[in-house]
């Protein structure tokens, strides 16, 4: 699918009107309402931080505790996936994380925050994968690129409607009614969801010969279940994607987390400015990973090979945005410093769509497992990276040095990416997939533009 002369007209059109473009926009949904269950806490930290008495470090404790479970679940929810189906892990996991959002509505104490945190994490932790495994059924290999850029958009809109929105309805609800109705919300999907996707597209009643004749073949689920899943290959082959995918999320946890309380902290504004600063710096995400995607694909186009096309795209994200956070170390000027944030955040989001094809291009058979491996990077990063904040910040008295760590991992993300990021089938000989051809560089699939 190529995104000019009316073709993104013609993508909404097919959205709209197929079964599979039906299915992509609840995948889009999926990756948009988690965002908004993880970060409404981070835009609402200050005030529930007043009414439970926890200090800066117990916040951050508090923050953290998502990735902890969300870490565990990571590789064991993408496996799931591969072998039960996206359809029934996705049910599970709304249901666990519609709980622990509406549970975090009558927290009481740290203890309580804590808890809650936990289970939306174990929620979360087998989304992303699961809703991975899912996209490779449901979407045409030659729009694998396209796809994981735009739903990966729907995620950093949520990070930049969730500030001014939650404020909104806490306004009116309070911090514990808002929590409440974003359960309710939460549950909506899980219901539309269940009732109307299926694992093997060729059962689902409403599609269509010529859309299957577009979706690659879908394994049985006796095939599924049986499989192998070719650990050693995986693991090794993953493991450089997956430190490139911590170094990256080390700074996206930090936005996620912290920037509502830098911008009151740091430069005593009040929570509805803050979340208008918010809301400008992650709109500037929203851009940058749809363009990402875009951009890594034209490369591809130019060069044939994909390999290089991820590698340069996701490289130049990381060395763009550490450069944009320097000046954060050193400036006083909040607009100077919103401008600066917003830059390195649009840098830091062109990487989302090149490396989370990763997985589906070298191992679709067992990409749910894949990116399980490799989204384990970015939990890990979700538990140290808010904690460190916390600690840093309090010690020192300053909000602007926890940037420091993250300009020197996005340094180390960068030479890695460049070096290690995997050229070719990461799965056993034995393992490689019939449904997309495997090119010398890793080409499995062309990504639409």
Not at 30 to 45: E, G, M, Q
Not at 383 to 409: D, E
């Amino acid at each position: 699918m190529r995104l000019g002369s009316g073709g993104f007209v013609r993508a909404l059109r097919t959205t709209a009107t197929t079964t599979r473009g039906r299915v992509f926009a609840l995948i889009c949904l999926v990756y948009f309402i988690t965002y908004v269950d993880r970060v409404n806490l981070s835009t609402l930290a200050p005030l529930m931080a007043a009414d439970l008495h926890l200090d800066t470090i117990q916040l951050g404790f508090a923050l953290s505790a998502f990735g902890y479970t969300y870490a565990l679940f990571q590789i064991l929810g993408g496996m799931t996936a591969d072998r039960l189906g996206a359809r029934r892990t996705l049910v599970a996991c709304g249901i666990v994380w519609t709980v622990g959002t509406l549970l975090t509505g009558f927290v009481g104490g740290l203890v309580s925050l804590v808890l809650a945190r936990l289970l939306l994490g174990i929620g979360e932790g087998a989304t992303f994968p699961a809703a991975t495994t899912a996209m490779t059924r449901w979407v045409p290999a030659s729009e694998r690129g396209y796809a994981q850029g735009v739903v990966h958009s729907c995620s950093r809109l949520a990070n930049t409607v969730t500030p001014p929105l939650v404020v909104l309805m806490a306004a009116y609800l309070g911090w514990r009614g808002t929590f409440i109705v974003l359960a309710a919300v939460s549950l909506c999907w899980v219901v539309a969801w269940g009732l109307y996707v299926r694992d093997d597209p060729k059962t689902h009643p409403g599609c269509t010969a010529e859309e299957l004749a577009a979706l690659p073949p879908a394994r049985g689920p006796a095939a599924a279940r049986t499989e192998p899943t070719p650990w050693g290959a995986l693991l090794r082959g993953m493991l450089p994607t997956t430190v490139v995918y911590f170094c990256y999320n080390w700074t996206l946890w930090l936005y996620v987390t912290w920037l509502p309380s830098y911008f009151v902290k740091a430069h005593d504004l009040d929570i509805k400015k803050s979340a208008l600063f918010a809301f400008g710096v992650f709109g500037a995400g929203v851009i940058g990973d749809t363009l990402g995607g875009l951009w890594a694909d034209r490369l591809y186009r130019r060069t044939g090979d994909l390999a290089r096309a991820r590698r340069t795209v996701i490289v130049t994200s990381l060395l763009g945005s550490m450069l944009c956070l320097v000046p954060v170390l050193f400036l006083h000027d909040l607009s100077v410093i919103a401008a600066c944030l917003s830059g390195a955040f649009f840098f830091l989001e062109l990487t989302v769509g090149p490396i989370w094809a990763i997985p589906m291009d070298v191992a679709p058979k067992h990409a749910g497992t894949a990116s399980g491996i490799m989204n384990t990077g970015s939990a890990v990063a979700g538990i140290v990276s808010p904690l460190a904040f916390g600690v840093v910040a309090q010690l020192s008295g300053s909000y602007a040095l926890p940037f420091l760590g993250s300009i020197a991992l996005l340094l180390v993300g960068a030479i890695l990416a460049w070096r290690a990021l995997p050229k070719g089938e990461v799965t056993a000989p034995a393992e490689t997939p019939a449904e997309t051809p495997v090119l010398p560089h890793g080409a499995a699939s062309r990504a639409a533009t």
